[in-house]
């Protein structure tokens, strides 16, 4: 599964213009993969639409079934919506991170496909739903195999009546009858309200523990990888400190490329910048957002800290204008939790 044909290069800093965000910025080129059989697709033509919250938003150009997307910041994370009609159904890549330089080529799901699995799950590709194929894998991206379907949550999907988990034998067809991953490790979900952002956790009493956040789109597949690891979900990481540990993400998660000189998160108000751990703390545990009432980082209620929420995917988006953290179990995210939840102590 690791066929690289998706190019990214660094194009200098693209967006030095006044007001922008100060930064690198990254084209993407690939061409698109068919979800059931892994290879390149050769006709139709794509439309391709990139999510991730990024402003200014990148330009894309499609000629056939290759793209390029020019523009796209740098440290950020972004995901396409590909479709291919009438033969490939609109399908939400997995996520794309735009801070290294090659990634898979996207892939889209055939309707034929699509078509079997929905009438697997008893349900009906339709407005106001999405759809998600997940990938369960363990840390080395192999598949996770043995999953029972009474270990499989999804969690914050609000009224809406979920279908599945369907699962899917190693050709990609359905596996009838199946109750646990088998093959490559799929497993698909139908009717899941649109627009959502549930997680894919394990269910309480599970012998594994995952927590993906999946963006759901109107009518789109939404591919996942799930990272899969056994036993309860690990702790927090003890003993963080500010000034060794959490202070360094800034600069290694592109955060003072804006947040510092005369970038647009310093404009708004935090100044990440000038490489001193005690100003970077008073702003985040002393100083109020201005205009508001908020701290940057909430003691009482850490996850709910503006450190970590700026920067996350949320539904509907807030105004941050780039998406870092990959969701709840993205490493550096959980090192922040951990530090506040520890009492954002100045160590
Ligand atoms: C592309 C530029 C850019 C990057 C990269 C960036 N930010 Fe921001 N950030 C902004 C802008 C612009 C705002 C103001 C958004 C608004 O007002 O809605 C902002 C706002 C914020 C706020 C709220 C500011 C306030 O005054 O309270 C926080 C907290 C924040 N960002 C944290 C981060 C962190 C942490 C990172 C790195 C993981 C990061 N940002 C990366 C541009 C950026």
């Known amino acids: 599964m690791t066929r690289v044909l998706f190019v990214a290069a660094l194009a200098g800093c693209g967006f030095h213009a006044q007001g922008d965000p100060v930064g690198g910025s990254v084209t993407l080129q690939g061409q698109l993969r068919d979800f059931k059989t892994q290879n390149v697709l050769v006709d139709g ?24 997307i020019d523009g796209v910041l740098e440290n950020s994370l972004v995901d396409v919506v590909v479709a291919v009609p009438p033969t490939h159904h609109a399908t939400r890549s997995s996520i794309l991170f735009v801070t290294d330089n090659f990634e898979e080529a996207p892939v889209v799901v ?9 009438a697997a799950a008893g349900a009906t590709p339709r407005a106001g739903h999405g759809m998600i194929l997940a990938h369960l894998v363990d840390d080395a991206h192999q ?41 490559e490790g799929w497993v698909a979900y139908f009717d899941v309200l649109s627009p959502g952002l549930p997680t894919l956790t394990a269910a309480p009493n599970a012998s594994v523990n995952m927590a993906a956040a999946i963006p759901i789109g109107d009518d789109v597949v939404s591919i996942a990888e799930v990272i899969v690891g056994t036993g309860t979900t690990p702790p927090l990481p003890a003993n963080v400190s500010f000034a060794t540990q959490v202070f360094p993400l800034f600069t290694s998660l592109g955060c003072v490329g804006c947040h510092a000189a005369n970038g647009g998160g310093k404009d708004a108000g935090l100044d990440l910048g ?74």
């Open 143 to 183: 598949p996770r195999l043995g999953v029972l379907r009474s270990e499989l949550a999804l969690a914050d999907v609000g009224a809406s009546t979920v279908k599945g988990p369907v699962f899917l034998d190693g050709t990609l067809a359905v596996a009838a009858d199946q109750t646990k991953t088998s093959g």
């Open 274 to 347: 000038g490489g001193s751990p005690h100003k970077a703390y008073t702003e985040l545990v002393d100083e109020l957002r201005p205009g508001t009432p908020k701290f940057r980082v909430d003691k009482e209620h850490p996850t709910q800290s503006l450190v970590l929420t700026m920067p996350s995917r949320e539904v509907p988006p807030d105004g941050h204008p780039n998406i870092t953290f990959t969701g709840p179990s993205d490493p550096a995210y959980r090192l922040i939790q951990a530090w506040i939840t520890q009492g954002a102590t100045e160590n």
């Open 45 to 68: 033509t794509a439309t391709v639409v990139v999510e991730g919250q990024l402003s200014p938003p990148p330009v894309v150009t499609v000629a056939g079934v290759s793209f390029t």
């Open 110 to 118: 055939d309707e034929v496909t699509l078509a079997s699995l929905a």
